[in-house]
Nanobody
């Protein structure tokens, strides 16, 4: 009923940039908190950045000053601009969103994207 479609991952050299996108599609009434997570093999998924509907943002200390999260509420889309990338940023990046659907407006459900690989070479 709701899908989060990610795009923008890839391979980049250290110091380079990438921009990830996450579009929420489906029978959507509203998209509330959105966030980016990342995961490497053998480690827990960790939050990278989050953004509220009003644009309020939070960042993990490891990415502050290098990554910028943003959203377009009209398009139900979130972005992650990643600059000054480091090899330790290599991971699968997942988008996450709290979504209210048209048929259940009294509930909010948590959805995940399929993940996109970001690889930073040294």
């Amino acid at each position: 009923q709701v899908q989060l479609v990610e795009s923008g991952g890839g391979l980049v050299q250290a110091g380079g940039s990438l921009r990830l996108s996450c579009a929420a599609e489906g029978n959507i009434f509203s998209v509330n908190l959105m966030a980016w997570y990342r995961q490497t093999p053998g480690k827990q998924r960790e939050v990278v950045a989050a953004i509220a509907t009003d644009g309020d943002t939070r960042y993990a200390d490891s990415v502050k000053g290098r990554f910028t999260i943003s959203r377009d509420n009209a398009k139900n889309t979130m972005y992650l601009q990643m600059d000054s990338l480091k090899p330790e940023d290599t991971a699968v990046y997942y988008c996450n969103a709290d979504v209210v659907t048209n048929d259940r407006v009294q509930y909010e459900f948590d959805y995940w994207g399929q993940g996109t690989q970001v690889t930073v070479s040294s």
